[in-house]
């Protein structure tokens, strides 16, 4: 059993940097997938970025690849999404979550554990 709680949200105006945290309890993290999901207003959630149990392969989507960074330290057992050129797009609820595999993938319903959320605002 995985426990994730977020943090970091926060309102910013576009062009500014945040950098979302997720703490996860229980034992053998580095055999998790991580992941973060965003959920904007009205719309469907979505992939963000992707990170494998040593941290040596990633997956960004698209719409933040050169912009967001995602990073995992194993022995503190968190995952990081460093946020940089904030735009107002980015707007959503940002999930952490979790998949105890050594495969990516991005699709939602294959991830077991999800973090409550942390809201991310950016005014243009």
């Known amino acids: 059993q995985v426990q994730l709680v977020e943090t970091g949200g926060g309102l910013v105006q576009a062009g500014d940097s945040l950098r979302l945290s997720c703490a996860a309890s229980?034992?053998?993290?580095?055999?998790?997938?991580m992941a973060w999901f965003r959920q904007p207003p009205g719309r469907e959630r979505e992939s963000v970025a992707v990170?494998?149990?040593?941290?040596?392969?990633?997956y960004y989507a698209d719409s933040v690849k050169g912009r967001f960074t995602i990073s995992r330290d194993n022995a503190e057992n968190r995952v990081y999404l460093q946020m940089n050129s904030l735009q107002p797009e980015d707007t959503a609820i940002y999930y952490c979550?979790?998949?105890?595999?050594?495969?990516?993938?991005?699709?939602?319903?294959?991830?077991?554990?999800w973090g409550q959320g942390t809201q991310v605002t950016v005014s243009s």
């Open positions: 990170i494998g149990g040593s941290g040596s392969k990633t």
């Open positions: 229980g034992r053998t993290f580095s055999s998790y997938v």
């Open positions: 979550a979790a998949r105890q595999s050594a495969t990516i993938t991005i699709t939602p319903d294959l991830y077991g554990y």
